[in-house]
T-cell receptor
Framework: NAGVMQNPRHLVRRRGQEARLRCSPM?????VYWYRQLPEEGLKFMVY????????ESGMPKERFSAEFPKEGPSILRIQQVVRGDSAAYFC?????????????????FGPGTRLTVL | QKEVEQDPGPLSVPEGAIVSLNCTYS??????FMWYRQYSRKGPELLMY????GNKEDGRFTAQVDKSSKYISLFIRDSQPSDSATYLC?????????????FGTGTRLTIIP
C-alpha cells in the first residue's frame, strides 16, 4: 500500500515563474492537506481540500497561491510568479475522512515533501 | 504569541538516557495532541496521538497531556541513536471535520552513542 506521493521532490524556479506541486493521497483517502515548512520553523497549515472542494484555505496567502483536488488525479498546489520567500519545503498529507462525527480524530499521513528553491 | 510553543533545542543526550520534550499551548479549544518525528529531508511521521489528560504509553514512548496547564510532553526511555530526529508537537480542534493541525517549531534531538 503506497503512502502519500509527492512530485517533484525538488523543484527549482526563477523569480516570476510558476511552480506546480503534485500530491497523490494514500489509496482510499479523500482528504488532502497542504503545509509549508520554512527553514528553522515548524509546519504551517495552508489549505484543506476534499474532492472538488476547498474546505479551509485560511492558511493560504491571498495572492499567487491556489490549490485544487479534482475528481480525478492528484491534488495540485500552484504558486504563480514565485519570489525568493516562497523557497520552502511543501508537504502534503492525506486522511481517510472518517471524522464525520464530533470527537473522532482523522489521522493525517504525510508525504516526503517537495523542496522548492527560487533563484 | 504563538498558539503552540516548543523549545527548538538542539538537545543532545547520551544513548540510554531519558529524553523529555515539551510544548505549551494557548488555545483551550485544542482537543487532540500528537507527536510527530521527522528525519532530515523526510516527511513527518506520527508517533503518538492522544486526546485526554494523563499518560499514554507505547513501547519506549510516553505522551503526557495536562489540559489544565495547557502543557504536553513526550518522554523517550532508553534512547537510541536512531531516535535522533526533529520532534514536532501538533494539535487540532477537530470540530466537525476541521482537522488542520497546528504545529510547534520542533525540537532537534541528537542521541550520542
Amino acid at each position: 500500500n503506497a503512502g502519500v506521493m509527492q512530485n517533484p521532490r525538488h523543484l527549482v524556479r526563477r523569480r516570476g515563474q510558476e511552480a506546480r506541486l503534485r500530491c497523490s493521497p494514500m489509496k482510499g483517502h479523500s482528504h488532502v492537506y497542504w503545509y509549508r515548512q520554512l527553514p528553522e520553523e515548524g509546519l504551517k497549515f495552508m489549505v484543506y481540500l476534499q474532492k472538488e472542494n476547498i474546505i479551509d484555505e485560511s492558511g493560504m496567502p491571498k495572492e499567487r497561491f491556489s490549490a485544487e483536488f479534482p475528481k480525478e488525479g492528484p491534488s495540485i498546489l500552484r504558486i504563480q510568479q514565485v519570489v525568493r520567500g516562497d523557497s520552502a519545503a511543501y508537504f502534503c498529507a492525506s486522511s481517510p475522512g472518517t471524522s464525520g462525527s464530533l470527537g473522532i480524530h482523522d489521522e493525517q499521513f504525510f508525504g516526503p515533501g517537495t523542496r522548492l528553491t527560487v533563484l | 504569541q504563538k498558539e503552540v510553543e516548543q523549545d527548538p533545542g538542539p538537545l543532545s543526550v547520551p544513548e540510554g538516557a531519558i529524553v523529555s520534550l515539551n510544548c505549551t499551548y494557548s488555545n483551550s479549544a485544542f482537543q487532540y495532541f500528537m507527536w510527530y518525528r521527522q528525519y532530515s529531508r523526510k516527511g513527518p511521521e506520527l508517533l503518538m496521538y492522544t486526546y485526554s489528560s494523563g499518560n499514554k504509553e507505547d513501547g519506549r514512548f510516553t505522551a503526557q497531556v495536562d489540559k489544565s496547564s495547557k502543557y504536553i510532553s513526550l518522554f523517550i526511555r532508553d534512547s537510541q541513536p536512531s531516535d535522533s530526529a526533529t520532534y514536532l508537537c501538533a494539535m487540532s480542534i477537530s470540530n466537525f471535520g476541521n482537522e488542520k493541525l497546528t504545529f510547534g517549531t520542533g525540537t532537534r534531538l541528537t542521541i550520542i552513542p
